[in-house]
């Protein structure tokens, strides 16, 4: 069955740092998605991408954070100045139109700032 | 705007009990319905999904949820649990309208199911 893969799996950061989170949504897909889940708390929406650009966005993607397909198959989020609230899993999504409406969630990439 | 509440945040049962998880959800638009199980350690899962016809749906691993319009209510329930079945459940909803941005996820904070032997 054809899965979302996410990059790394687990990184550790010092505060201010540039983080790069990767993610191969499923090949034919074509809405991606970006959601976190601070540790306790609910899975959050990011933002959504589709035809290479922000469809929407939640407050929580501010200035520091951005979003790239820079192929035909990776799909980044980028964070330029990590700050401690920004530790959390953050967890990629694809949506395809064969998929009947489900979001298919890769494995996520815990990120712990310090 | 959608919201979801799942009021309890922690369920412990005995294997082989039945159990239900509770979820309801706000939305002044309709919605589709979905449960995710996150198993320790790994991603968000899909269970089930409602998104028209009968209001009970099957899922994997025994599951079932009824949608119920007039209790803005979808709980997930299962007649016999297994300690496997140990994980974190996730009720979530997204607008019908087409269009990738609008199917957009609204979860719950979800329900930590222990099954203990």
């Known amino acids: 069955e054809p899965e979302v893969t996410q990059t790394p799996s687990h990184q550790v950061t010092q505060m201010g740092q540039e983080v790069i989170l990767r993610c191969v949504p499923i090949s034919n897909h074509l809405y991606f998605y970006w959601y976190r889940q601070i540790l306790g708390q609910k899975v959050e929406f990011l933002v959504s991408f589709y035809n290479n650009e922000i469809s929407e966005k939640s407050e929580i993607f501010d200035d520091q954070f951005s979003v790239e397909r820079p192929d035909g198959s990776n799909f980044t989020l980028k964070i330029r100045s990590t700050k401690l609230e920004d530790s959390a899993m953050y967890f990629c999504a694809s949506l395809g139109r064969s998929s009947g409406n489900t979001i298919y969630f890769g494995e996520g990439s815990w990120l712990t700032v310090v | 705007a959608q919201s979801v509440t799942q009021l309890d945040s922690q369920v412990p049962v005995f294997e082989e009990a039945p159990v239900e998880l509770r979820c309801n959800y706000s939305?002044?638009?309709?919605?589709?319905l979905f449960w995710y199980v996150q198993y320790p350690n790994q991603g968000l899962q899909l269970l089930l999904k409602y998104l028209s016809g009968s209001t009970l749906v099957k899922g994997i691993n025994g599951f079932e949820a009824e949608f119920n319009k007039s209790q803005t209510s979808f709980h997930l329930r299962k007649p016999s649990v297994h300690i496997s079945d140990t994980a974190e459940y996730f009720c979530?909803?997204?607008?019908?309208?087409?269009?990738?941005?609008?199917?957009?996820?609204?979860f719950g904070k979800g329900t930590l199911l222990t099954v203990n032997p």
């Open positions: 979530a909803v997204s607008r019908t309208n087409s269009g990738g941005s609008n199917y957009k996820l609204t």
């Open positions: 939305s002044s638009v309709s919605v589709y």
